[in-house]
């Protein structure tokens, strides 16, 4: 299965609507909180789940905060129809920093929805 079913889609932009300013999320963190759907075995999905992340926020609705999202090591991927620089831009307006690697420290800005 290449793309996420709706409702997994739906739980992504759930997730992301409420990270807060500042802060950030890796792909494989938000997939983490999202049970794997019916028929697809828990293995399968560990292995596909983060991707599956990225892709429903390469089409996200205009109301998801997609840059607050990065990959795992704390850099910028590719979004679709954005240069890594908008996102890059949209992050530091609120106050984060990138090194000279262009990576942000996700022990200083990441975020965990089970802290709150």
Known sequence: MAE?????????????????????MAYGQIASLI???Q???LPAYARIRGRWAGYALADCPEDIPWHR???AQGGISPRPGHGPHIQRILLEEE?????GNDRL??????WNPQET
Request: net charge positive.
């Open 95 to 99: 106050g984060v920093i990138f090194d």
């Open 69 to 71: 999202v990065v990959n």
């Open 35 to 37: 049970p794997p759907p």
């Open 105 to 110: 420290d996700l022990a200083a800005y990441g």
């Open 39 to 41: 028929g697809i075995g």
């Open 4 to 24: 996420p079913p709706a409702s997994f889609r739906d739980q992504v932009y759930r997730i992301v609507r409420t990270i807060p300013p500042g802060r950030v």
